[in-house]
Structure formats: C-alpha cells, structure tokens
C-alpha cells in the first residue's frame, strides 16, 4: 500500500531518535516517529548544572555506524559556532543539557520525520499493517518501534504516600519543592540520588535543616569505565552475550551493575570535597548525613511528618528516621506499554512479563514475518547490560534499520576483536 509506512516509531526518546535519524541513509525508507510530548525532552526533572553524561561525546546518536552523518554531536558544534569553544573545555563527556540540547537541534533537522504532540493510544494489526494512532488520526506500517521509555520505580510501601511532600525524583513536584527549614531524606545512592544530595547542600531548593542520604548499596559506588571492563559495551560481546544460555543471563548482567548504574567518579570526589569544606573549614549549620547499606521497609504519616523505617544491613537492626520531605531516587523500571494490549495476544512474553526480543530486537510474535515489532531498552536481560545505555545506540540503531530494509545499509558486524574472549578458540 502506497501510504503505508515501512518503520513507524512510537516515544521519541534519544533510543528512537537515533533510529530516525541512523535510517536515513536508506533513501528508500518510510520512517515517521510519534511523541505525546510538546518537544523532545530527557529526564529534564532530573537535569542539574552539574549533570555529566557517562559515556563520550562520540558516542551520540549516529557517530558509532556513520560519522559521516548530518546528525553528529560534531557537526551539530559546528553548525552551531560551538567547536573550537568545546575542544577548548578538553572534555570527552558533555553535561546532559547539552546532550539534550544537541538532540532538540536533531529533531529541528528533520521534521518530516518527527510528530511530536501526538498521543498513540491505538494500536491493531489486520494481517498486512500495523494501524497507529488515536481518535484523529491514524497510520499504517509494515513495522514498529516501540520507545517510550521508562517509568519510575516506587517501593510498595511508599506508594500511599505519594504527594507533593514525598514524591519520586523523576516528577514534577521535585521542580517546584520548597526545603528550607525542612528534615529533607533522600533515599537512593545512585547517581539521581548522589546529584540531589549535592544539590540539596547547594541549597537549589532553599536552606534544608537537614539532609539524609539513605542507600541500600554498601557504598557510593563508583562507575566501572575502565578499559577491559568497557567491552561489555560492544557490540562484539552484546552478540557473544546473546547466544548464551538464558539461565545464566540474570546472574552476569546483575554482576556488572556499576558498570552501567554506578556513580561518575569525578562526581564522587567533588561532592567528597564539598562535604569536607562544608563540615570542617565552614562549619555549616545544615546538618547532613550518608547512611549506606539500609533497606526501605515501611513508610508512614503523622501530623504531616513521615516516619522511615530502615533495616540495617550492616548492624542486623531497625532504624527509624524522621522527615518533612522524601525524595525517592529508586531507580525505573521498564514497562509494556498499554497500547499493544489490543495485539498482546500475538506477543510472546517471558516468565516475568517481558517481551522475549530477537537478535534484530524485534519482538517474538505470531504476526506475518514481514512485520515486525521492534523494542529499545526492553531487552536489558537478553542482549546485555548495554542495552538502557546510550553507549552502543547507533549500533543497535543501524540493527534495526538493516532488519527493516532487509539490506545491510550498515556494517553491523566483523569488528576488531576484542581482547576478552568468553569463548576458547583454538
């Protein structure tokens, strides 16, 4: 059918904007990506001064299959008078508002391709086409890609309790919270959990009476970006990584966790510093405190003050602590996106609920094989620990795009090798 479209996106996120974007070097493709949003944003709850990205600059949208492509972080400096400034900083990572401003710059190249302000809430399949859309309009296409991103993860117990004084960090009342004067707790010690601190002593939210940051890690770990340990993020072991046995899968990925989910370094070691200005040459009056290895157990409200409880995984005992505020930094979760319910019929899930991906990334179905359903970050376990990073999104962009023009527009495979081999060879 003339109008149908071969890829159709839905969630324009930095995951399916590198997908545009990477698939344009087929000329031929019909691609057409939707977003309920006003414009592309990124986690911009979330976005401080001070936000680094963890991976390089080199590693956007496109650069890892096409350096050659108009949608370069480089040729975005130099479109925009920013280059000889930005070799001049002699850094190798942006902060995330950058990252963010580039990918607003992309979208503003192609707006052919890009629906932003456009909810899809529809989703059938008649056999031939995938039917997208809402109750205004609609859109045929041979395949889809599912973007929309992740949710926030919100302990059980905390639920009750969500409100403009006890909220996930991902959420507008962050924005607009008031501290000062306020018992502020903060519960999560990953990198969110580590810039809220931070920013919290800076007193972005007014002067708090106090700060507590509560982590069930041992520590605030630091991100693993050393060398060896950075061939997970290739796609060399994403392919090794894939053809070994599921049962083994959870286990590896879990171990490798502050490879992808732990604290910038440098980060670590300014706020270290900060502290220690802060506690034994200023003497601020805020008091603070970093209590790791405490496990969230019960949440309540007495007179507009919660109570926390904590186990202690260090001391086997319960503690309680008191609070005005609580920040929840407790990571996301992926979730099934409520449209496809009309088609899940036809979806394989796994045990847990998740779709069970392909090689390709697109999903196991009972549909027509030249349909295809593909995914960005629901395949953590499947594919490797890379999979929520954008470290190897070109790469997994330029799968996709091959799979849907059934031609290897891009190289995507007969890399270097790397120096680990999980395999013996003779």
Same mark, same amino acid.
């Given at each position: 059918m003339d109008d149908a479209l071969d890829l159709a996106g839905i969630g324009i996120g930095p995951?399916?904007?590198?997908?545009?974007?990477?698939?344009?070097?087929?000329h031929a493709l019909k691609t057409h990506f939707f977003d309920e949003k006003p414009e592309f944003q990124w986690h911009s709850e979330i976005m401080f001064p001070d936000s680094d990205m963890q991976t390089a600059f080199l590693k956007?949208?496109?650069?890892?299959?096409?350096?050659?492509?108009?949608?370069?972080?480089?040729?975005?400096?130099?479109?925009?008078?920013?280059?000889?400034?930005?070799?001049?900083?002699?850094?190798?990572?942006?902060t995330r508002k950058e990252f963010e401003l580039y990918c607003q710059?992309?979208?503003?190249?192609?707006?052919?391709?890009?629906?932003?302000?456009?909810?899809?809430?529809?989703?059938?399949?008649?056999?031939?086409?995938?039917?997208?859309g809402n109750s205004a309009q609609q859109f045929k296409a041979k395949s889809i890609c599912i973007g929309t991103g992740i949710n926030p993860r919100i302990p059980a117990c905390a639920e009750p309790h969500i409100s403009e004084t006890c909220f996930h960090a991902k959420s507008a009342f962050l924005k607009h919270t008031?501290?000062?004067?306020?018992?502020?707790?903060?519960?999560?010690?990953?990198?969110? %959990? +580590?810039?809220? &601190?931070? !920013?919290?002593?800076?007193?972005?939210?007014?002067?708090?009476?106090?700060?507590?940051?509560?982590?069930s890690r041992p520590n605030l770990e630091p991100l693993d970006e050393s060398a060896f340990v950075n061939e997970y993020f290739s796609p060399n072991y994403a392919k090794a990584f894939f053809t070994i046995d599921a049962r083994l899968k959870k286990r590896i990925v879990d171990y490798q966790k502050l490879t992808s989910d732990g604290n910038t370094p440098s980060y670590l070691q300014n706020l270290y510093n900060e502290l220690y200005y802060v506690q034994n040459v200023d003497q601020s009056p805020v008091k603070f405190r970093i209590l790791p290895y405490r496990k969230l157990e %019960? +949440?309540?409200? &007495?007179? !507009?003050?919660?109570?926390?409880?904590?186990?202690?995984c260090f001391t086997l005992k319960h503690e309680r602590l008191s609070a005005d505020i609580v920040i929840l930094c407790t990571g996301f979760r992926n979730g099934v996106p409520s449209f496809i319910e009309a088609i899940s019929h036809l979806i394989q899930f796994d045990e847990d609920g998740c779709f069970r991906v392909n090689?390709?990334?697109?999903?196991?179905?009972?549909?027509?094989?030249?349909?295809?359903?593909?995914?960005q970050n629901f395949s953590r376990y499947e594919h490797g620990i890379f999979e929520p990073q954008t470290s190897l999104m070109a790469w997994r962009s330029a799968v996709i795009t091959n799979s849907v023009s059934e031609n290897a527009i891009y190289q995507t495979e007969n890399f270097a090798p790397n120096f680990l081999s999980y395999a013996f060879v003779e």
């Open positions: 995951f399916n904007l590198s997908l545009a974007a990477v698939s344009t070097k087929n956007d949208l496109v650069t890892g299959v096409d350096p050659t492509n108009p949608y370069s972080f480089l040729n975005y400096l130099v479109q925009n008078g920013l280059f000889h400034a930005f070799m001049n900083t002699n850094r190798q990572v942006v710059w992309v979208t503003r190249q192609m707006p052919e391709r890009l629906s932003f302000n456009f909810n899809v809430d529809t989703l059938g399949y008649d056999g031939r086409y995938f039917i997208i008031d501290m000062r004067d306020k018992n502020v707790v903060i519960v999560g010690g990953g990198q969110t %959990g +580590v810039e809220i &601190f931070r !920013n919290v002593m800076k007193e972005k939210w007014g002067f708090a009476k106090s700060v507590t940051l509560v982590s %019960g +949440v309540s409200n &007495f007179n !507009n003050r919660y109570q926390l409880c904590f186990s202690n090689q390709d990334f697109s999903v196991q179905w009972d549909g027509h094989a030249q349909n295809k359903i593909f995914v």
